[in-house]
């Protein structure tokens, strides 16, 4: 029987998160705060989409849902029970298929019956099954590299079904695989689910497409970044199947694009923020976007021929790009003040403008004046002007990052800024020294060369 409304969800609690906050110890005893103070109901009858940037913890959270790791603060109740370990009712998917490549099909989907103990014949019978339930028949003997991306991501569908779990996580499921072929497991994923062929009680899924979401979900829960925290939980209340093109969808769609877009910083973060400057605290750097500038420059100029204000969801669409791509950009955008975000459209500013009208050489005085703005360039400037030879290697910088981000996220960090200093003419960089320097001073620039 087709669950007849997409909102047909029962009143009791599947997973509650109550407070849940997560930090991770850097390898320098840092801290980092990945969640923060996150508090959810997930409900049987739900299909719920986890939408956030991309480093928010859509990942940290699906696996302190499922158990798999412990939140820093907060519980987690699965129908009224603390999670301490492996939630054996839930399976997860995920993006990067994680298969045994020494096990076969069946094998594979077979694993984690074993794990509970299921009778070989009864295994067997469901591996049967499922295998052909997500269209695998024929492949049971063969090992996961034969396979193209989407068979193996079926395969990875089977063995989290084959559990019969009552809570499906899919980690970004469809994201490996090609346009085509994401679109017909997500259609088959649907059906299985609408047409109850699964027991499947309630479907967490993280993503971060928008428009999948918008198709697949009865519920999007939106988190901001550094920390993240949710800064919307809406209902999708579209019957299905669901039109794409339909006037409901992308309104929707729409209506998604303005909350991604435009959270920017959560209430709560500029408190934060306001705190610990009056408590005098070192100041907290934060994470430079990774804009392209290339692409930047693009959809500034795209922008500045339609008028200076255009719609994202639109101008997303036009270039082919998720909003994980999109969103760097627009940031990058923000940071420089050369175009806001407001209700989903880019708008240019009147600097934006006039960097779109000049040549090469004014862009880069305009990002170069931008650039001294932001504490991460005052400081490597500071540092580079101190030095007697002008000069200093990147792993000093990374390592003052690493007290603010992720061992990761701090080489990302120092790329980026590595990129666009060079590109404003902020600083050079030797990438077989790893060393960033100044240029020695030109004594016929404006700093006139003390008389001898
Ligand atoms: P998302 O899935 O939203 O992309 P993740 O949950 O994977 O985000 O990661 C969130 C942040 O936590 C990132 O900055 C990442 O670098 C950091 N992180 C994730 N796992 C670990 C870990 N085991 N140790 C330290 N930092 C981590
Ligand atoms: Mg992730």
Known sequence: MARSTPLATSPETL???????????????????????ITLDFHPGEFI????????????????VTGLQEPSYGTVLYRGRPVTGPNLKAAMVFQSFALYPWLTVAQNVELGLAA??????????????????????????AFPKELSGGMRQRVGFARALAVEPELLCMDEPFSALDFLTAENLR????????????????????????EEAVFMADRIVILSKNPARVVADLPVPLPHPRNRKAPEFTQLVDQV???????????????????AEAAGERPRLKPLPAGHLSMLTGLLELVADRGGRDDLYHLGSELLLEVDDLLPVTDTAELFHLATVEEGDLILTDLGRRFCEAESPERHAIIRAQLLQIPIFRLILRVLESKANRSMVKE???????????????EIQLRTAIYWGRYADLFHYDPDTETLYLPEPDPGSEEPASPA
């Open 257 to 275: 694009y303005k909350v991604v877009t435009g959270w920017d910083e959560t209430p709560e973060a500029r408190q934060e923020e306001a705190r």
């Open 116 to 141: 509970k103990g299921v009778p070989p014949a009864v295994r067997h019978e469901r591996m049967a099954r499922l295998v052909e339930l997500i269209g695998l028949d024929g492949y049971e003997d």
């Open 49 to 64: 989409a986890l939408l956030g940037p991309s480093g928010s913890g859509k990942s940290t959270l699906l696996r302190i």
């Open 15 to 37: 997973v509650r998160l109550l407070g849940v906050s997560k930090t991770y110890a850097q390898p320098d005893g840092y801290d980092i705060r990945v969640l923060e103070d």
């Open 396 to 410: 000093f910088f990374n390592d003052i990052l690493e007290e603010h981000f992720s061992v990761k996220d701090s």
């Open 187 to 210: 259609s088959e994923l649907l059906d299985l689910w609408l047409d109850q062929k699964i027991p499947t009680q309630s479907i967490l899924m993280v993503t971060h497409g928008i």
